[in-house]
Each structure stands twice: as structure tokens, then as C-alpha cells.
């Protein structure tokens, strides 16, 4: 089980990096996510899914046509799957 408070200190640092730093191309922002415990675990040329497994966080990043970063999501498994769900038929 994950601490509920280094959740939400991961997530408020993962956060922080897209809001100071717009702009920058797509492996900085890898780099610093891997320093940070991401791992990239699938994607395709306009989306990224990395994780986290020491927090629990899921992080997906959508691209746009020129490989920058368009949007994000970052959330715990639990909201993954319920994120996930309402797409299914």
C-alpha cells in the first residue's frame, strides 16, 4: 500500500515540472521523469504512458502532430481503471 501523502507530493512535483517548464521538447522532460521513478510502459507517435510503480501514478502524455506536448493526465491505478472503464462497450 502507497502512502496517500507521497502520492499527492509526486503527483503536485510531477505537476509542477509541466507548469514551469513549457515548451521543452519531449525526452527533457523523459530525463527528469525518470529521475523522478517513471517508466515508460507503452505509447504510440501522439501518446506516452509512464508509471510509477513506488507511488502508484500513471502518467500519459498526449502529443501534438510536432511532438510537443499537448495535454497530460497523471493519476493512481485506481483512477486509471476508472478512467478506462467508461470507454468500454
Known amino acids: 500500500m ?3 501523502g507521497q502520492q499527492n507530493r509526486m503527483k503536485r512535483t510531477v505537476e509542477r515540472l509541466f507548469a514551469t517548464s ?3 521538447p519531449v ?10 521513478g517513471f517508466t515508460q ?3 504510440d507517435p501522439f501518446a506516452l504512458q ?4 513506488g507511488s502508484d501514478l500513471f502518467l500519459e502524455l498526449m502529443l501534438d502532430p510536432g511532438q510537443c506536448i499537448h495535454r497530460y ?6 483512477q486509471r481503471e476508472a478512467r478506462q472503464r467508461k470507454f468500454r462497450w
Open 22 to 24: 513549457c515548451g521543452r
Open 2 to 4: 502507497v502512502n496517500a
Open 41 to 43: 510502459t507503452g505509447g
Open 73 to 78: 493526465w497523471v493519476g493512481t491505478s485506481a
Open 50 to 53: 509512464l508509471e510509477n510503480k
Open 27 to 36: 525526452p527533457e522532460y523523459l530525463k527528469e521523469l525518470a529521475a523522478l
